[in-house]
């Protein structure tokens, strides 16, 4: 049976939580630390490691120094530390790597912000202090100010250091996020899902000490920054679809409109029918990307992670299958329309050569029309199709 540092008969305020995979070196170390502030502070608590398979020893280490130790068999930072908070039996839980870069037996500031009632309370390393040697150049000065950066713009974040691995959070909070990322874009995660959700959440200054190991850590920088930035994006659809989307289809459509009437010179170059192609094209992705906003934003706010927001909920009544199968049907008639003008041409020269410049000037707003009228059609049973299932939510 596993030792623990309390009695289980006791209510446990506090569990330290620390992911491991053959941390066989720091762990130790780490569990003296943590045990040393639950003793010193008078705090009813466990230490509690979240094993993902370990072939060193880790858990044996972890036992034989008051820990308690959960075996977590999905692999993965956040499978380990997802297994971990469903196990833990504290209200507050305090996560920290295993590694030995932060200190354990100094987590007075966490604690006392969780008890004023802070759902999150995020270490911020940028404000604690970097020792030499402990965060990679790449990292420190790239990496993470500019994921950081995204998170706060797209997701008005208050948190200055989105991937401090120290930080403290109530066991209710952490549930009711329904955390799912198994990698390391967990932590932008719970950054992301508690800012959205609007829990309270502050900061407070933590020192970040070299790695402790003698073998490279598990982090890989390219692959797990990529993950966290395409965690970012997929959370934030104005960003990835409407902005995006919606200057492409402004710009092509206004590029459009000036080359529709005749061909236009720029200093020695002349934008003829070709470039009108091009215009369209960039017209009609950007309507795509638009359109996928809308998509995502419904099925975002269903799933809960974006927040709702009332003016967007007001728009989808407006933007309904009826009106948007009208705007449909006008958009087509409108194509052929422009079709018809383009063949009437055609038979006015015996159904012979034709001049370019002057029927692709149909020719290709026609298509364009045609091709968005589609997207609305289709777009507008697909959103109602959506709003079924989030109506049914609600209604729940």
């Not at 045990?35 to 008078?42: D, E, Q, T, V």
């Not at 797990?224 to 200057?247: K, T």
């Not at 422009?338 to 012979?352: H, K």
Request: net charge neutral.
């Amino acid at each position: 049976m596993d030792t623990i540092w309390q009695p289980e008969t006791e209510a446990v305020e506090l569990t330290i939580l620390m992911p491991c995979l053959n941390e066989a070196e720091t762990l130790a170390s780490c569990i003296v630390k943590a045990n040393a502030f639950l003793s010193r502070s008078g705090i009813v608590g466990e230490v509690v490691i979240a094993d993902n398979g370990s072939t060193d020893g880790s858990q044996e280490i972890a036992r034989a120094n008051g820990a308690r130790v959960v075996d977590i068999l999905v692999q993965g930072y956040g499978a380990a530390l997802q297994g971990g908070i469903r196990s833990a039996r504290g209200k507050y839980i305090i996560m920290g790597d295993s590694d030995d870069s932060y200190d354990f037996s100094l987590l007075e500031d966490f604690v006392e912000k969780l008890r004023q009632g802070y759902e999150l309370v995020m270490g911020n390393r940028f404000q604690g202090g970097i020792k030499p040697g402990a965060m990679p150049p790449l990292h420190r000065y790239l990496g993470n100010p500019v994921l950081t950066t995204i998170g706060r713009v797209f997701f008005r974040s208050p948190c200055g250091d989105f991937h401090c691995g120290l930080r403290g959070f109530t066991r209710d909070a952490a549930l009711r996020l329904d955390l799912q990322g198994t990698g390391m874009e967990f932590a932008s995660e719970m950054v992301v899902k508690a800012t959205v959700s609007k829990i309270r959440i502050t900061e407070v200054p933590t020192v970040l000490s070299p790695d402790g190991r003698s073998r490279p850590p598990h982090l890989r920088s390219w692959r797990d920054g990529w993950r966290h930035l395409r965690f970012l994006l997929l959370f934030s659809p104005r960003w990835l679809f409407l902005y995006p989307g919606f200057s492409m289809f402004m710009l092509g459509l206004l590029c459009s409109l000036w080359l529709l009437p005749q061909s236009r010179v720029l200093g020695s170059i002349t934008l003829d029918v070709h470039t009108l192609l091009y215009t369209a094209v960039l017209t009609v992705i950007g309507f795509q990307s638009v359109l996928f906003w809308f998509f995502a934003k419904i099925y975002g706010e269903y799933v809960r992670i974006v927040p709702p927001d009332p003016w967007f909920q007001k728009l989808i009544k407006i933007i309904n299958i009826e009106s948007g199968l009208i705007a449909g049907v006008a958009m087509l008639v409108s194509g052929m329309v422009l079709g018809l003008i383009a063949v009437e041409s055609w038979t006015s020269e015996g159904f012979g050569a034709l001049h370019p410049s002057e029927t692709m000037r149909y020719v290709i707003p026609s298509a364009t029309l045609i091709l968005l009228a589609f997207h609305v059609i289709y777009g507008a049973f697909f959103m109602s199709i959506l709003g079924i299932r989030a109506s049914d939510q609600s209604s729940l």
